[in-house]
Nanobody
Framework: QVQLVESGGGLVQPGGSLRLSCAAS????????MGWYRQAPGKQRELVARITSGGSTTYADSVKGRFTISRDNAKNSVYLQMNSLAAEDTAVYYCKLEARGAYSSVRSDYWGQGTQVTVSS
């Protein structure tokens, strides 16, 4: 079993900052990548940022220059520093783990439970 625990969401004023954290635990053989996705009401889930085991990063155009993804390989954790937040960043943010489980021969996706980020004055 693989578990993801997210934290750091909340209510913030426009222009403010938040830092999301996600820690993976359980029977993990190898982590290929970790990332953050978000889903606003009435919209599809979308990629926010992703970081590979080698450190390569991908960002959605809408967050480039404002959000920074990082990871701690020793802790199987990924972080999302969000600055200059705007109302359109309001969504449930989900952590995603792309990994091979200890008892599996295939690469699988694992999702966290989601954390709400609300940007409002």
């Amino acid at each position: 079993q693989v578990q993801l625990v997210e934290s750091g969401g909340g209510l913030v004023q426009p222009g403010g900052s938040l830092r999301l954290s996600c820690a993976a635990s359980g029977s993990i053989f190898f982590i290929y990548a970790m990332g953050w996705y978000r889903q606003a009401p009435g919209k599809q889930r979308e990629l926010v940022a992703r970081i590979t085991s080698g450190g390569s990063t991908t960002y959605a155009d809408s967050v480039k220059g404002r959000f920074t993804i990082s990871r701690d390989n020793a802790k199987n954790s990924v972080y999302l520093q969000m600055n200059s937040l705007a109302a359109e960043d309001t969504a449930v943010y989900y952590c995603k783990l792309e990994a091979r489980g200890a008892y599996s021969s295939v690469r699988s996706d694992y999702w966290g439970q989601g954390t709400q980020v609300t940007v409002s004055s």
